[in-house]
């Protein structure tokens, strides 16, 4: 499902002393089946995107399109629409296994489905299911999610999303807390719902590298207003706009440009150390 901001501003407390203006006429399309990624120092009004699309929030002006549908500063006509757009919808918040208060994993995850009363056959098979597409073996269905590890949490904070098949996946700051295994897992994760369930897909992260690792395009904020956009190796190539932003671009991209500079070499963007590294030995032989 394709998602559409026609020219959204939000504003939090408005008409009031502490009014504040978290974003101002932001137009931006997400493409079905493809990776977006909203980076923008803190502050910037990423999270507050992501809670208006689904919605959370309600824009303050402008409109957000899903397919046919329409939010708009009136919200939606009934409850019922709004269910619907949140089972479709599936937001990761950032740390959302804090959120955790069953005692297992299997009770974790079918807790958001007994709320919209899927059957119980049904929820279990849902349960199986997303525990497997994040990489976890059945028997975790009986642990308890507290005494898991920070990336072993984070699968399972994913899959009680997963469980619904939304159509359209938002993660808030994924590898927050993360180690390196964990962002590896991550990443492999995000890149498999992308490939074999066609989600659209909506990263919101200051990981510049985790960006460049999945994203198709690139979306940089400041002050709630759209700085640049485009493919991500487009929008990667203008290094000093994202310094003036606060903001670096990818390790792996800087290194290119760098060669470029320095060398006249143009070895090119990969997303994989290891085709930079096979690239450069083709230089140097
Ligand atoms: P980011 O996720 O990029 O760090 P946010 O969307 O959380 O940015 O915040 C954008 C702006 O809105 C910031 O100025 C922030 O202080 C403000 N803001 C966020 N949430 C609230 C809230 N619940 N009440 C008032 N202001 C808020
Ligand atoms: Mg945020």
Same mark, same amino acid.
């Given at each position: 499902m394709e998602i559409k901001l026609n020219e959204v501003s939000f504003s939090y407390n /408005?008409?009031? %002393?502490?009014?504040?203006?978290?974003?101002?006429k932001v137009s931006i399309n997400f493409p079905e089946g493809k990776i977006t990624s909203i980076i923008g120092r803190?502050?910037?009004?990423k999270t507050t995107i992501a809670e208006l699309i689904n919605a959370l929030l309600f824009p303050s002006e402008g409109t957000i399109e899903y397919g046919s549908f329409l939010l708009s500063?009136?919200?939606?006509?009934?409850n019922h629409e709004i269910n619907n757009l949140r089972v479709n919808i599936g937001l990761i918040f950032?740390? /959302?296994?804090? %959120?955790f208060f069953n005692m297992t994993v299997k009770d974790e995850i079918s807790f958001g489905m007994k709320y919209f009363k899927y059957k119980t056959k049904d929820i279990d098979n849902r349960v199986k299911n997303s525990l497997k597409l994040v990489g976890l073996?059945?028997?975790?269905?009986?642990?308890?999610?507290?005494?898991?590890?920070s990336g072993e949490k984070r699968k399972v904070a994913i899959a009680s999303i997963l469980a619904f098949n939304p159509k359209v996946i938002i993660l808030d700051e994924?590898?927050?807390?993360?180690d390196a295994l964990g962002k590896k897992n991550l990443i492999q994760l995000i890149r498999k719902l992308k490939m074999r369930l066609n989600k659209t897909i909506i990263i919101i992260s200051h990981d510049i590298d985790l960006v460049h690792a999945v994203s198709d395009n690139v979306i940089l904020l400041d002050k709630g207003k759209v700085i640049t956009e485009g493919d991500k190796y487009t929008v990667f190539k203008n290094e000093e706009l994202f310094k003036e932003y606060g903001m670096h671009i990818p390790k792996m991209i800087e290194f290119s440009n760098l060669v470029f500079r320095k060398k006249g070499i143009k070895i090119g963007y990969r997303d994989e150390i290891n085709d930079l590294i096979k690239d450069i030995y083709r230089y140097v032989k």
């Open positions: /408005p008409r009031s %002393q502490i009014e504040t203006k978290a974003l101002d803190s502050g910037s009004g500063s009136k919200g939606i006509q009934n950032q740390f /959302p296994e804090e %959120q073996s059945e028997e975790y269905e009986n642990r308890n999610p507290f005494t898991l590890s994924p590898t927050i807390g993360l």
